[in-house]
Every structure is written in C-alpha cells, then in structure tokens.
C-alpha cells in the first residue's frame, strides 16, 4: 500500500489522513464552517491541497498553522502522518492547553465514592436487617 497519491487530494480528506480530524465527515464540517482557512480565507472541503500551501485549522483542542510537505489521500498511523506536514504553530498558542490534558474531565467517577459495592451493600443490609440478611424464625 503506497501513501502517496497522484496530485490531487481534498482538503477535507488531507486533513482526516494527517490526524488533525477524527473523522472525515468533521473535517469537512470544519471546513464549511469556516474554521480552515488557507491565506486568511476560508476553504471549501473540495478543494485540492498542493504541496506548499500553509492551512490554518481550528479544532476544539488548538489552533493549528501547518504547511503541506506532501500529500497524504488513506489514514496513516501517527508516526507516518506526521511526516507529510510541518506543524508551525506559535508557541504562545500552544502552551495554553497544555495543561488542558491533566484537567481534562473523562466522565469516570473517583474510586470508592459514590455506588456501594456488592460487599459495602451486604454489609449495609446486615446492619439495617434488610433483604438479603437471614431472618429470626417466629417458632
């Protein structure tokens, strides 16, 4: 499987191949909504990437300046994507969500808050006399 292409690959594509996009279907949404921009000017998702040309992307996680230094058409591993642009983002603009990755809030709860587990519940149920804890027979 080779990973160049001829000479024309989409922007949409391009930047879904390079990883900046999880999927095709949001780079083309960034794209029309104006959030990729090539000289200042927003592009279309149709429009042919050359090699050369300087994109500025906005995703939710940063602001991304990179220059195409070749064209990439199939998802790639990281490794190999990172080789087919230069990434020329200030460094003023990346330092401010650094810090975004250790605060970042996963949804999962903390470790022994929250929902009893099955043995804090038998244990609770012995000490209220409730379900599961063995009755006194009435004889």
């Known amino acids: 499987m080779k990973s160049e292409t001829k ?3 989409r922007i949409d594509k391009y930047l879904w191949s390079i990883r900046l996009f999880k999927t095709r279907s949001e ?3 960034a794209c029309d909504s104006g959030k990729v ?3 200042g ?8 990437v050359a090699v050369g040309d300087e994109y500025e992307v906005r995703t939710e996680a940063r602001k991304w300046l990179i220059k195409v230094t070749a064209l990439l058409a199939n998802r790639v ?3 190999e994507a990172i080789k087919h642009y230069l990434d020329l983002t200030p460094e003023e603009q990346v330092a401010p969500n650094k810090h975004l990755g250790s605060s970042f809030h996963t949804g999962k709860r903390p470790s022994k808050i929250g ?25």
């Open 7 to 9: 000479e024309k690959v």
């Open 27 to 29: 780079a083309a949404a």
């Open 37 to 39: 921009r090539l000289n």
């Open 41 to 48: 000017s927003p592009v279309k998702a149709a429009r042919n």
């Open 77 to 79: 591993a990281y490794p």
């Open 115 to 139: 929902r009893p587990t099955k043995k804090q519940r038998r244990d609770l149920g012995d000490i209220l006399g409730e379900e599961g804890a063995p009755e006194e027979a009435d004889d």
